[in-house]
């Protein structure tokens, strides 16, 4: 294999990879501060791409299926928390795993009622749709590479809106005492929703901005989460920064892993994080 | 009534099943300093905290400010002008200091802005030079100072103050008493808990002594230390 292939194996990997970092940091968050173990967080990124490709049918722009599922899924994601998750703060993981397991198959069977069962593709825009030559008969599409700066903008602004933002501070403190935010006058319940709703959103996002690359599929859903629970574990639960590095690793790990190990590519990210796991069990990162 | 910024009438509160106030009446008026008394397990922080809205009470009435708040949201009660230092301190480990201070930055109820950040950092000196530490790289001393440094960010008019002083060294004690005179000063009313009786009645104005979770005795500093035989009895000093 020569350098431009190998390049452009690890474009695709860091792509795949921020791309998983947009799902896994929103789970991630909602476990480290909240506590709780959103299995429907994958349907999440499923009904973002849905929405694109609905919406960008409807409107014949990817731009304003964006906007317009950006919005619904920041309103999906106060309801969800409003009715359902937030009865689930005080309860035990088994209830936790039940309900949003339960979450998985309504949103599963809506899309089915709402849309169809088909696979359906979504156009790249045209703006973004050619590709940037590397050698003679090898180019990389400017698409990806658009995919991998808008999730690099959207992980930067993740970070300044944590570390450097009071709405941030709140996060961070009511992950480490609840209690004490409230006996500050802070609306911890308030700062929940957003989170929660935020989380919603990027996971949407994801899937929305992944549409015209991976194309949109019943149970999409699933296998995003069972990957990106493994980002989550790996960077270590709470750990928005763990949550980057682990998807990066994973993206680039199971891009290589089917080239170089097709027999194996099932297992590679796998071992890689029973690897990590046996290195630190807590995994890479501690807290937010 | 419109002088009192906190007070509770026949609290009822459980711990799990267990009974733990049987009927408190407990009273603070603006500006005053009262201290709460009672062996460990008599319903201090109990009461404190079903006033605070942390344990919904079974029984009874809270009012702050006035304003009924019984079994309230606890940031409504925060936000009514009441600041909390619990025991155990609870700083944010994973903050630093400066974030530690300004994440609870608040005006009072009245709008006013007393306290800032550099008045905070005036009033505690240490703090100052330790503003982008992480709030768990603070000696036990210097972790009370940031939790009261940043009870008053919120600008507030009662100071709750659970076991200030437990675990400090002597002196640095004796530097957290001079900042609860100090605040007294300024005219926040403080509800003080802690072992060092001599001290919370050099401090406050009354004292209440819980005894299983009833108030047994309510009076004033001096009535209260011209009677060992009732320190004896209720408090085993």
Redesign the interface.
């Known amino acids: 294999m020569d350098l431009a292939s190998l390049l452009i194996q690890l474009l695709n990997g860091v792509q795949y990879g921020l791309l998983l970092f947009l799902v896994a940091s929103g789970l991630t968050l909602v476990f480290g501060i909240m506590g709780i173990i959103n299995l429907a967080h994958g349907s999440f990124y499923m009904v973002g791409a849905y929405m694109a490709f609905v919406f960008a049918s409807a409107t014949g722009s990817l731009l304003a299926g964006v906007v317009l599922g950006i919005g619904l899924s920041v309103a999906l994601g106060m309801l969800l928390e409003w009715t359902l998750f937030a009865r689930l703060y005080q309860r035990d993981h088994l209830d936790q795993v039940l309900l949003t397991y339960g979450l998985i198959l309504v949103l599963e069977e809506l899309r089915s009622i709402l849309v169809d069962n088909d696979v359906h593709g979504v156009p790249v825009p045209p703006m973004l749709a050619g590709s940037i030559p590397l050698t003679a008969n090898l180019s990389y599409p400017v698409y990806r590479l658009f995919l991998s700066g808008v999730c690099l903008v959207i992980g930067g602004l993740m970070y300044l809106l944590i570390q450097r933002t ?1 709405l941030g ?2 996060i ?2 009511g ?3 609840r ?2 935010v ?8 308030l700062v929940y929703r957003l989170v929660f709703a935020l989380g919603v959103a990027l996971a949407a996002f994801a899937g929305m901005i992944a549409a015209p690359v991976s194309s949109v599929y019943p149970g999409m859903g699933t296998h995003v989460l069972i990957i990106c629970l493994v980002v989550v574990v790996m960077g270590g639960i709470g750990s928005v920064r763990g949550a980057l590095l682990a998807a990066l690793l994973i993206g680039i790990v199971d891009t290589f892993g089917r080239v170089f190990l097709p027999q194996a590519a099932g297992v590679v990210v796998y071992l890689v994080m029973a690897a990590v796991l046996l290195w630190r069990p807590e995994g890479l990162f501690r ?2 | 009534m419109s002088d009192s910024l906190l007070e509770a009438r026949d609290l009822h509160a459980y711990y799990g099943t267990s009974h733990v106030l049987h009927g408190v009446d407990f009273r603070v008026a603006r500006g005053e300093a009262v201290g709460l008394m009672g062996r460990n397990g008599m319903g201090k922080t109990t009461l404190l905290r079903a006033m ?1 809205g ?1 344990v919904k009470p079974r029984g009874g009435r809270v009012w702050v400010q006035g304003t009924p708040m019984t079994g309230a ?3 409504r009660v ?2 009514r002008g009441i ?2 230092v ?1 025991e155990g301190r ?1 700083i ?4 630093t200091v400066r ?2 201070l ?3 930055a ?1 005006p009072g109820l009245d709008g006013r802005r007393a306290w800032t950040l550099d008045r905070v950092m005036g009033t505690f000196p240490r703090l100052g030079e330790r503003l982008e530490h992480g709030g768990a790289q603070l000696s036990g001393g210097e972790q009370q100072m940031l939790t009261i440094g ?2 008053l960010m ?1 600008n507030p008019d009662l100071l709750i103050l659970d076991e200030a002083t437990e675990g400090l060294a002597p002196q640095i004690a004796a530097e957290i008493w001079r900042i609860i005179r100090d605040v007294k000063g300024h005219g926040i009313a403080t509800v003080i808990v802690d072992k060092n009786h001599a001290a919370v009645t050099s401090v406050t104005d009354r004292n209440v002594i819980l005894v299983k979770g009833r108030v047994v005795f309510t009076g004033d500093s001096s009535s209260l230390r011209a009677d060992p035989e009732l320190l004896q009895k209720h408090l085993g000093v």
């Open positions: 009071r501070m709140m961070r403190a992950a480490s005492n209690e004490m409230q006996s500050l006058g802070l609306n911890i319940k807290s937010i | 605070l942390l949201e606890p940031y925060a936000r600041a909390y619990p609870g944010f480990p994973n903050l974030e530690n300004v994440m609870a608040r940043r009870a919120t």
